[in-house]
């Protein structure tokens, strides 16, 4: 798919990326990678504090449009997750593997609110922001979004989330961060390599087939005048030059496919700022400059880091279970009742 970018078609898909910091002295880009990325330091536990697991207490979730704050059982809370992260076409395996990285999700974050509060969330545990949080859909916007097919769907997702929900995923007697992403590059990348703290479970997992679904590989076009201001803005005080075809550098890469280093103009980034600063589908890109234009050409969708979501819907296919996928993406992870 090609994507033609002008600075007003792109002014509102940016428009959704959070802010991004500003270089520090020595010309080296200080990362926020906040699309999809959670800070991995916020999500680390004291190894001193209390380790807990899954409640039956009711989810607390703000509404970011209203700023009311609603309680919504477990239940209600993980098929509303699973309804908006994942296609209800998938597999019914891949459906409840969702269900249970979406539920042990929710539950570290809530307790990581119980131990460190974010003020911004009031007495939230969490909001419906899918900047920042999984996505969560209520059941008045599950109707919306599966219009006539409601019925179908939603029984559908609700028989899978059944199923699991007595379930979640830990590490060393605690939730873990329960990473995912649409689609890899054809391997999962490691916690480290995106998000700079590695994570014993977030390591690198083959998912081959994911260079099979759709919109595997994408092109995103985008005029050097756009690109120079976009640059400029971004990487504030970089000095690009008068030659564009020297403006964006890829460099190392790792196995799974992650552009780790870019230089753009005298500044040191990696590829997960141009991921950010161009609303990319994945940080594996190569880019080409010709006749005024820069063509970005990505793999795979999304950070990359746990579970695919394609991949698990390509393992539910050839008969593996939930709990397969759900060892096969989180190393070393328990499944605990």
Known sequence: MKIIITSVVFLALFAAVPAIPAITAEKVYVSAAKTDNPDIKEYIFDDTADKTTASDEPYRVLNCSTGDITEVSVRDYVIGAVAAEMPASFEEEALKAQAVAAHTYAERQRNLQKKAPDKALGNADFSDDPNKYQGFFTNEKIRRYFGDNYDTHYNKIAA????????????????????????????????????????????????????????????????????????????????????????????????????????????????????????????????????????????????????????????????????????HYYNDCEIIR
């Open 160 to 327: 899978a989330v059944d199923e699991v929900l007595p379930y979640i995923i830990v590490y060393d007697d605690e939730p873990i961060i329960a990473a995912f992403h649409s689609m890899s590059s054809g391997k999962t990348e490691s916690a480290e390599n995106m998000w700079g703290t590695a994570v014993e479970y977030l390591v690198p997992a083959d998912s081959k087939s994911d260079k099979e679904a759709p919109n595997y590989i994408d092109e995103t076009e985008i005029n050097a005048d756009f690109v120079k201001a976009r640059l400029e803005k971004v990487f504030e005080g970089v000095q690009l030059g008068d030659a564009p075809e020297k403006w964006i550098k890829t460099g190392e890469k790792s196995e799974s496919g992650t552009v780790l280093e870019v230089t753009v103009g005298d500044v040191k980034a990696t590829g997960s700022d141009i991921r950010q600063a161009f609303g990319l589908r994945s940080a594996d890109f190569t880019v080409e400059y010709k006749d005024d234009t820069f063509i970005f050409t990505t793999r795979g969708y999304g950070h990359g880091v746990g579970m695919s979501q394609y991949g698990a819907n390509h393992m539910a296919k050839e008969g593996k279970d939930w709990r397969e996928i759900i060892e």
